[in-house]
């Protein structure tokens, strides 16, 4: 049974543990024929990720050039907007933190973790990241797999009991934002709490004034991603790409549900495969027969 019975002219996706398990060369090869299929009939798409823009623009780089125009790279957790191409990936946005911000994320991150050493956790520093900071709860697990979030989600738990937990640790972070005067956002993927400048609710922002400016409208927009609920007491990293009005659907676990108006399908990156598959069959095309043409041209 097809999840759709219409065609979203407009769709905007989380990267890592949506449309890839990993940045492994490769990983989006599968998604390149769908997506060319459905630019071709007029679709926009936007990549909303945390990360930098050149690891979904390597694993995109088989689209064909003129197919890469429709294609947004809103990346730094909101900070820069890239156009794919054609060529080389263009930035189209970008926001740097004045001398005060920065100084108050360092003032910020330095006050957590000191905090966090007089609770008996040991944490570490990420600071090589455009406007925002991150303290790396766990840092002796280095890249943990979005497969692996329910037990990532109680070894944090454990980790933070002596702190009060990861709620706790956001109110302690939350304190020390307000003491700045500053409007910095705190965040989590679990294993990391963020304080930045911007977070993923920029990206969104800029991804509907794009899609107004092009005739689209709030229900023409679908929205994927993976974590939208609440994980280890902090809100899932893809809540802030919710936008009321258009179609939002979570591929992951979700282990402690989903927000309201969230629909949640499970199944990973291979759903969201599906997910593209069913959309270019509403828009007429057979996927095989593309697929096969594909084939012959590479041959």
């Given at each position: 049974?097809?999840?759709?019975?219409?065609?979203?002219?407009?769709?905007?996706?989380?990267?890592?543990?949506?449309?890839?398990?990993?940045?492994?060369?490769?990983?989006?090869?599968?998604?390149?024929?769908?997506?060319?299929?459905?630019?071709e009939a007029?679709?926009?798409?936007?990549?909303?990720?945390?990360?930098?823009?050149?690891?979904?623009?390597?694993?995109?780089?088989?689209?064909?050039?003129?197919?890469?125009?429709?294609?947004?790279?809103?990346?730094?957790?909101?900070?820069?907007?890239?156009?794919?191409g054609?060529?080389?990936?263009?930035?189209?946005?970008?926001?740097?933190?004045?001398?005060a911000?920065?100084?108050?994320?360092?003032?910020?991150?330095?006050?957590?973790?000191?905090?966090?050493?007089?609770?008996?956790?040991?944490?570490?520093?990420?600071?090589?990241?455009l406007?925002?900071?991150?303290?790396?709860?766990?840092?002796?697990w280095?890249?943990?797999p979005?497969?692996?979030?329910?037990?990532?989600?109680?070894?944090?738990?454990?980790?933070?009991?002596?702190?009060?937990?990861?709620?706790?640790?956001?109110e302690?972070?939350?304190?020390l934002?307000?003491?700045?005067?500053?409007?910095?956002?705190?965040?989590?993927?679990?294993?990391?709490?963020?304080?930045?400048?911007?977070?993923?609710s920029?990206?969104?922002?800029?991804?509907?004034?794009?899609?107004?400016?092009?005739?689209?409208?709030?229900?023409?927009?679908?929205?994927?991603?993976?974590?939208?609920?609440?994980?280890?007491?902090?809100?899932?990293?893809?809540?802030?790409?919710?936008?009321?009005?258009?179609?939002?659907?979570?591929?992951?676990?979700?282990?402690?549900?989903?927000?309201?108006?969230?629909?949640?399908?499970?199944?990973?990156?291979?759903?969201?495969?599906?997910?593209l598959?069913?959309?270019?069959?509403?828009?007429?095309?057979?996927?095989?027969?593309?697929?096969?043409?594909h084939?012959?041209?590479?041959?």
């Amino acid at each position: 049974m097809s999840l759709f019975d219409r065609s979203y002219p407009f769709l905007a996706f989380d990267w890592d543990g949506t449309a890839v398990s990993s940045r492994e060369r490769g990983a989006a090869d599968r998604l390149l024929i769908p997506l060319a299929a459905l630019i071709e009939a007029g679709a926009y798409f936007y990549v909303v990720t945390g990360t930098r823009h050149d690891w979904p623009a390597r694993q995109l780089a088989g689209l064909d050039e003129p197919a890469k125009e429709a294609v947004f790279l809103c990346c730094n957790r909101g900070s820069e907007v890239y156009v794919l191409g054609p060529g080389a990936p263009r930035l189209v946005l970008h926001r740097e933190a004045a001398t005060a911000e920065k100084q108050a994320m360092d003032t910020v991150a330095g006050g957590l973790v000191e905090w966090l050493a007089a609770c008996g956790v040991e944490s570490g520093r990420i600071d090589d990241r455009l406007n925002r900071i991150k303290v790396d709860l766990i840092p002796e697990w280095p890249d943990p797999p979005k497969h692996r979030i329910g037990e990532l989600q109680q070894t944090v738990k454990e980790r933070l009991r002596a702190a009060g937990g990861l709620a706790a640790v956001f109110e302690e972070a939350d304190r020390l934002v307000a003491e700045t005067g500053l409007d910095l956002r705190v965040t989590s993927d679990v294993k990391h709490i963020e304080v930045g400048l911007t977070d993923k609710s920029h990206s969104m922002a800029w991804i509907v004034d794009h899609l107004r400016e092009r005739g689209g409208e709030l229900d023409d927009l679908l929205v994927v991603g993976d974590e939208f609920g609440p994980v280890g007491g902090a809100e899932g990293s893809d809540a802030k790409t919710v936008v009321r009005g258009a179609t939002v659907v979570s591929v992951g676990e979700e282990p402690n549900g989903v927000p309201v108006g969230v629909v949640h399908l499970g199944g990973g990156p291979e759903r969201f495969l599906g997910i593209l598959e069913e959309l270019v069959q509403l828009a007429g095309h057979d996927v095989a027969i593309l697929t096969a043409g594909h084939e012959r041209r590479r041959a």
